[in-house]
């Protein structure tokens, strides 16, 4: 069986052979001093990876909790932003720091204290949830929501959590509070869709690998698809997200950028991720009407897709212009699908057995009998 080593060993191995696009491959012009508030999570040991083998040199800040192999020298500072501890920053100096796990945004304004005038540029990772609305396409100059509490910098991780709404309000307040700390000529925003791909906690994606992989036979041989085909998704792989990200730092690329993939009809991504599993699935498309009836979710309960109609129209339209022309690249669907099934297979049988996202085989039956029965 792989083994969470040997799936890391591949996964750097393969870093260079990944990225595509001449951008992707030029050689940074000088080594950087990059300071990784996070670097474990979902996107955080890419970015040091593949900084890393660019040859810049790294420190991440966190709790300590999740220790990585890396493959290289990667000094780790202790902290804890949730309580103010940030003293093992103080006095020191970056060309960069990357922000990844901020929602709360006293955590900005508290890096902020310690950190502006010790850094160049500062990378803030958001999320394309900051936006009021998502019933037409839009880029980054539409309207974010705004927040509706009383005061942003008292909110915690207990607040959001009882009220999800929050999430991208305060997002959107710390974004706003990265560039009155940092100035707007030094503060990347960049604003990820779904991310998905290996280490993909959520099965928000993997479902659909997983699904179609069907592995053990758990399913039928018919596979429940929502909608007709046409509506879009988007999404992008969390390795394409790092590198990028890490990309923007060397060229010290700043602004606002909407960073997730280019819209791709639902029948389409299906294709591509039953290519990367090497799947032949039989598909049965289900309108959404009876998926509203029926009260299947869209996003958790059908993965990736939202219907591209009312209120969601615009949610797998957001322009992506700005983020291309700063060198966002993309390695094929096929390609993350396979790897994603891959690193799923190494998680312990009993993450195995019931995916966190998606139908179940059981619920999934039932709506295709019932479907078939009224046609």
């Known amino acids: 069986m792989t083994t969470r080593r040997d799936y890391l060993a591949l996964s750097a191995a393969g870093l260079a052979l990944a990225a ?3 951008r992707a491959a030029d050689k940074p012009r000088k080594t950087l001093k990059i300071l990784i508030l996070g670097g474990t999570g979902f996107i955080g040991p890419n970015q040091v990876r593949y900084a890393l083998s660019r040859g810049h040199e790294v420190t991440i800040f966190n709790r300590g909790k999740q220790k990585e192999d890396w493959p290289g ?7 804890d932003r949730n309580t103010g501890d940030l003293k093992s920053l103080e006095g020191r100096e970056w060309d960069v720091c990357i922000d990844n796990p901020t929602t709360l945004p006293f ?3 508290d890096a902020a204290k310690v950190l502006k005038g010790k850094v160049r540029q500062y990378i803030f990772v958001s999320t394309i949830s900051v936006y009021a609305a998502n019933d037409k396409p839009a880029d980054e100059t539409a309207a974010t929501d705004p927040y509706k509490g009383a005061d942003p910098m008292a909110e915690t991780q207990a607040t959001v959590a009882k009220n999800p709404a929050l999430y991208g309000q305060l997002k959107a307040v710390s974004e706003a509070e990265a560039r009155k700390a940092f100035g707007e000529a030094a503060t990347t925003v960049v604003r990820p869709g779904l991310i998905v791909g290996p280490g993909d906690e959520t099965d928000r994606f993997s479902y659909w690998p997983v699904r179609l992989a069907n592995p053990g036979g758990k399913w039928g041989p018919e596979v429940l698809a929502p909608g007709d085909g046409t509506d879009p998704v988007q999404f992008i792989d969390a390795r394409d997200l790092a590198e990028w990200i890490v990309r923007l730092a ?6 606002t950028f909407n960073g997730t993939g280019k819209p791709v009809a639902m029948k389409a991504f299906l294709s591509g991720v039953a290519a990367g599993v090497h799947a032949e699935p039989k598909l ?4 959404t009407k009876f998926l509203d009836d029926h009260k299947v979710h869209a996003w958790s309960d059908q993965p990736v897709w939202v219907p591209n109609q009312g209120e969601t129209a615009g949610f797998h339209h957001r322009s992506i ?3 291309l022309k700063a060198g966002l690249t993309y390695r094929p669907l096929p390609l993350t699908a396979g790897d994603t099934l891959a690193w799923f297979k190494t998680q312990p049988a009993e993450r195995q057995a019931k995916l ?3 139908l179940t085989p059981e619920r999934e039956t039932a709506l295709l009998a019932q479907w078939k029965a009224q046609a």
Do not use: C, N
Not at 250 to 255: L, P, R
């Open 20 to 22: 595509s696009g001449a």
């Open 73 to 79: 020298h990667v000094e780790e500072l202790l902290g």
């Open 107 to 109: 955590w900005v304004r």
């Open 250 to 255: 060397e060229t010290g690329a700043t602004g």
């Open 284 to 287: 049965t498309w289900v309108s």
């Open 321 to 323: 212009a700005r983020a």
């Open 356 to 358: 966190r996202s998606g």
